[in-house]
């Protein structure tokens, strides 16, 4: 499904242009179709830049990554929005368009995949009735808690019916009671046969959810194991 | 695009045109009072022009002869002014004419039948009309020359002199003003179209990122905007039109003299306006739409990364 060959991604420090920071070191990943992934790691060891990466926000200095056998690395940039819209991505900090009720929000991503209306009327409540959030429609984001919010976010993500899910630190503002609601409507997506990638800091949910864990730290990938726990290296 | 994406953009731009609507309406206002400025003086340009072609075309000096001067030298003194390059036209009037003229204008015939053609007193006559206005004066003067002392009984032109000069005047200073006016109008307008469309993509930069990440199309995030801008232009043209009435009907360019030197001239104006309303509201709209959408895009273009 996923398959990252050699990657490599470097940025230019602020201060000095010339400076290179390494984010990402000859990063080789596969992830097959239907997998659960965690992806964790310390802050700046290069989780996110792997997410931005494969949300083709940005593209790696080398290397390949193959999704559904096609480079992403190599998008036209014509081509990115047809993409995003084969993927659906979730946040930490949700966003969700403030001026937009929950429907709109939701709807907006079938409107611009220029989706034909009979179908939007169709299909947001169904999703919004997925998320637990069915009688929500006419709120605004404003009106929502922040485990409600993320539920909204998740709807849109899979709007789509994505066959991957990227959820990059989407309980990082949540209470631990709201991290257990999304963390199970992520289990419940994946068991309807979504891939999904979690990135997180969250050890409690890396250890209770026990699936493949990915551990990256300064730039590499230390560790990889099929049912694995949070263990950062030095500390275990 | 689909149309039914193009419908949902112009929904979406109309969406953002009234939650952003103190900002539009700066906008509206902008491109509302550019419009104005470039209708009074278009309108005034035309009114001139037209009343100064219609007055031009009446305009002519008459030079009335004595009665004892020889047919001869009229005709002479007739061909050497008409080789002037000042001159487009001499007519000679002779008495016969000139019975002809009196008789056919509308009085009494009491008066009418106090000449015959047997007892003529009208003086034979040379009808000159000036290539241009400005020229009646110098040609008019000719004849005050020594040698037509003797020939001459009288040149009349003096009536039209005065509105004459004033319309040239007129004319030529709003030419002037309006070039410079409108020329500042629409510079500030692009200024103001650029910035507040700088505003709203700064202002919105979150909901553009979103836009891009849910799969929207580079043109699904700019056409809003366009659409914006247009509603910025039609409703600045309606604005403007509506505002030109009330300037030409209430002779309010009596108050603000900047805007109009010929205020002699506001029915001519009104009635200008009032017969070509359609044509003159379809292309402010149309140049309002052009200005707000070409500086709406130089701003996206200029802002909106993808």
């Given at each position: 499904?996923?398959?990252?060959?050699?990657?490599?991604?470097?940025?230019?420090?602020?201060?000095?242009?010339?400076?290179?920071?390494?984010?990402?070191?000859?990063?080789?990943?596969?992830?097959?179709?239907?997998?659960?992934?965690?992806?964790?790691?310390?802050?700046?060891?290069?989780?996110?830049?792997?997410?931005?990466?494969?949300?083709?926000?940005?593209?790696?200095?080398?290397?390949?990554?193959?999704?559904?056998?096609?480079?992403?690395?190599?998008?036209?940039?014509?081509?990115?929005?047809?993409?995003?819209?084969?993927?659906?991505?979730?946040?930490?900090?949700?966003?969700?368009?403030?001026?937009?009720?929950?429907?709109?929000?939701?709807?907006?991503?079938?409107?611009?995949?220029?989706?034909?209306?009979?179908?939007?009327?169709?299909?947001?409540?169904?999703?919004?009735?997925?998320?637990?959030?069915?009688?929500?429609?006419?709120?605004?984001?404003?009106?929502?808690?922040?485990?409600?919010?993320?539920?909204?976010?998740?709807?849109?993500?899979?709007?789509?019916?994505?066959?991957?899910?990227?959820?990059?630190?989407?309980?990082?503002?949540?209470?631990?009671?709201?991290?257990?609601?999304?963390?199970?409507?992520?289990?419940?997506?994946?068991?309807?046969?979504?891939?999904?990638?979690?990135?997180?800091?969250?050890?409690?949910?890396?250890?209770?959810?026990?699936?493949?864990?990915?551990?990256?730290?300064?730039?590499?990938?230390?560790?990889?194991?099929?049912?694995?726990?949070?263990?950062?290296?030095?500390?275990? | 695009?689909?149309?039914?994406?193009?419908?949902?953009?112009?929904?979406?731009?109309?969406?953002?045109?009234?939650?952003?609507?103190?900002?539009?309406?700066?906008?509206?206002?902008?491109?509302?009072?550019?419009?104005?400025?470039?209708?009074?003086?278009?309108?005034?340009?035309?009114?001139?022009?037209?009343?100064?072609?219609?007055?031009?075309?009446?305009?002519?000096?008459?030079?009335?002869?004595?009665?004892?001067?020889?047919?001869?030298?009229?005709?002479?003194?007739?061909?050497?002014?008409?080789?002037?390059?000042?001159?487009?036209?001499?007519?000679?009037?002779?008495?016969?004419?000139?019975?002809?003229i009196f008789q056919s204008r509308p009085s009494s015939e009491k008066i009418k039948s106090l000449i015959t053609p047997e007892d003529n007193p009208l003086p034979?006559?040379?009808?000159?009309?000036?290539?241009?206005?400005?020229?009646?004066?110098?040609?008019?003067?000719?004849?005050?020359?020594?040698?037509?002392?003797?020939?001459?009984?009288?040149?009349?032109?003096?009536?039209?002199?005065?509105?004459?000069?004033?319309?040239?005047?007129?004319?030529?200073?709003?030419?002037?003003?309006?070039?410079?006016?409108?020329?500042?109008?629409?510079?500030?307008?692009?200024?103001?179209?650029?910035?507040?469309?700088?505003?709203?993509?700064?202002?919105?930069?979150?909901?553009?990122?979103?836009?891009?990440?849910?799969?929207?199309?580079?043109?699904?995030?700019?056409?809003?905007?366009?659409?914006?801008?247009?509603?910025?232009?039609?409703?600045?043209?309606?604005?403007?039109?509506?505002?030109?009435?009330?300037?030409?009907?209430?002779?309010?360019?009596?108050?603000?003299?900047?805007?109009?030197?010929?205020?002699?001239?506001?029915?001519?104006?009104?009635?200008?306006?009032?017969?070509?309303?359609?044509?003159?509201?379809?292309?402010?709209?149309?140049?309002?739409?052009?200005?707000?959408?070409?500086?709406?895009?130089?701003?996206?273009?200029?802002?909106?990364?993808?």
């Amino acid at each position: 499904m996923i398959d990252i060959r050699n990657v490599t991604k470097s940025y230019s420090r602020s201060s000095n242009p010339k400076q290179r920071i390494l984010a990402l070191d000859d990063i080789n990943l596969e992830i097959g179709k239907g997998e659960f992934v965690n992806l964790v790691g310390p802050s700046g060891a290069g989780k996110s830049t792997l997410i931005r990466l494969l949300i083709a926000e940005e593209r790696p200095d080398e290397g390949s990554i193959l999704v559904s056998k096609r480079d992403i690395a190599r998008l036209r940039t014509k081509d990115l929005p047809y993409y995003r819209r084969k993927i659906g991505v979730v946040f930490q900090d949700f966003k969700l368009l403030p001026v937009k009720t929950v429907w709109e929000n939701i709807a907006f991503a079938l409107e611009v995949s220029d989706a034909a209306s009979s179908d939007i009327q169709d299909r947001v409540p169904k999703i919004l009735t997925m998320v637990g959030l069915g009688d929500k429609g006419q709120n605004y984001p404003s009106e929502l808690s922040g485990g409600e919010r993320q539920r909204v976010a998740i709807a849109r993500a899979m709007i789509h019916s994505p066959r991957i899910l990227i959820a990059d630190e989407p309980t990082g503002n949540l209470d631990p009671t709201t991290t257990w609601e999304i963390v199970e409507l992520l289990e419940r997506i994946h068991r309807s046969g979504t891939t999904v990638i979690l990135a997180t800091h969250d050890k409690a949910v890396v250890d209770k959810l026990r699936k493949r864990v990915i551990v990256i730290e300064h730039g590499r990938v230390v560790s990889d194991e099929k049912i694995g726990r949070y263990i950062v290296p030095g500390e275990a | 695009m689909s149309t039914r994406g193009f419908g949902r953009v112009i929904r979406l731009g109309a969406i953002n045109f009234w939650r952003n609507r103190w900002l539009s309406l700066a906008s509206v206002l902008v491109v509302g009072i550019t419009l104005f400025i470039i209708g009074v003086f278009f309108i005034q340009g035309v009114v001139i022009q037209n009343t100064t072609q219609a007055i031009q075309d009446k305009l002519d000096i008459s030079v009335y002869f004595n009665d004892d001067v020889d047919e001869q030298v009229i005709t002479d003194i007739q061909r050497s002014i008409a080789n002037r390059p000042d001159v487009k036209s001499v007519e000679y009037i002779t008495k016969e004419k000139a019975f002809e003229i009196f008789q056919s204008r509308p009085s009494s015939e009491k008066i009418k039948s106090l000449i015959t053609p047997e007892d003529n007193p009208l003086p034979r006559s040379l009808v000159i009309r000036p290539s241009s206005p400005q020229d009646l004066e110098q040609l008019a003067k000719l004849f005050e020359a020594d040698r037509y002392e003797a020939l001459v009984r009288r040149v009349s032109y003096q009536d039209n002199k005065n509105v004459i000069e004033s319309l040239v005047e007129a004319s030529t200073t709003v030419k002037k003003n309006g070039w410079i006016l409108t020329a500042v109008a629409i510079i500030l307008s692009f200024i103001l179209i650029y910035n507040t469309t700088r505003i709203i993509i700064v202002s919105r930069a979150d909901e553009i990122e979103i836009m891009r990440l849910v799969g929207s199309t580079e043109s699904f995030v700019r056409w809003p905007f366009l659409i914006e801008a247009s509603l910025y232009g039609v409703f600045g043209a309606l604005g403007a039109s509506g505002a030109l009435y009330v300037f030409l009907q209430y002779d309010l360019a009596s108050a603000t003299p900047l805007l109009s030197i010929a205020n002699f001239l506001a029915p001519d104006m009104l009635s200008f306006y009032v017969d070509h309303l359609i044509i003159i509201i379809a292309v402010m709209i149309a140049a309002g739409v052009l200005i707000a959408t070409t500086m709406s895009s130089f701003a996206v273009r200029r802002f909106v990364k993808l």
